[in-house]
């Protein structure tokens, strides 16, 4: 049996600490989302499992349908790549996959998909939310900048209102500590 590579271990780590340091991050200022109706302590990070992928199947014909189900394959082949389902209690709200691949400088959100559902508890801040573990992560491989992956049309005006802008390049950008 193979046995697994050091660095997988390592960003494993780095992966679950970043989830933990979002979770702490939102306890600092729980205030912020009360405002809302939102209890942080109700909010939970996850990797996406079997279950936040039968969750999603749920979801309905409004659904992106992203290629959710391909995650444990993409995760295998590239092991700097972060998975997150975002919990709010039992009821799944988001799901996100980015990597740096063989970048030095930027993680890209390749997929991020909020629960169509407009009456689920995390409507409107699953993007936030979100980006809060990943910038933590991306901040422990020591990168620059959060990129939305060929974002789409519809979502760039939510982009922008988190910070995001175009750079020379026209990618969809943010600096990680801005995140």
């Known amino acids: 049996m193979k046995r697994p590579c050091i660095s ?4 494993q780590i780095f992966r679950s600490t970043a989830m933990q340091l979002a979770k702490e991050f939102l306890g600092d200022d ?9 209890d942080v302590e109700r909010i939970r ?14 979801w309905g014909p409004e659904a992106q349908l992203y290629p959710w189900e391909d995650i444990p394959g993409w995760k295998i082949r590239d092991g700097k790549a972060f998975d997150l389902s975002l919990w709010y209690d039992e009821e799944l709200c988001g799901l996100c996959f980015a990597t740096p ?15 169509p559902d407009a009456n689920h508890p995390l409507k409107g801040e699953v993007a ?8 933590r992560y991306a901040r422990m491989l020591k990168l620059h900048e959060i990129e939305i992956f060929e974002p789409d049309p ?3 005006p939510w982009y922008l209102y988190l910070g995001f802008d175009f ?7 943010i600096a990680v500590n801005q995140a």
């Open 101 to 115: 691949k063989s970048s030095t400088l930027s993680i890209k959100v390749v997929l991020l998909e909020g629960k």
């Open 45 to 58: 990070y996850e990797p996406i499992t079997r279950e936040a992928l039968d969750q999603c199947y749920l």
């Open 154 to 156: 519809g979502a760039v």
């Open 30 to 38: 729980p205030g912020a989302l009360a405002e809302k109706g939102i």
């Open 167 to 173: 750079d020379d390049q026209r990618r969809l950008v």
């Open 8 to 11: 997988n271990f390592k960003h």
């Open 128 to 135: 936030g939310l979100v980006l809060i573990a990943i910038s």
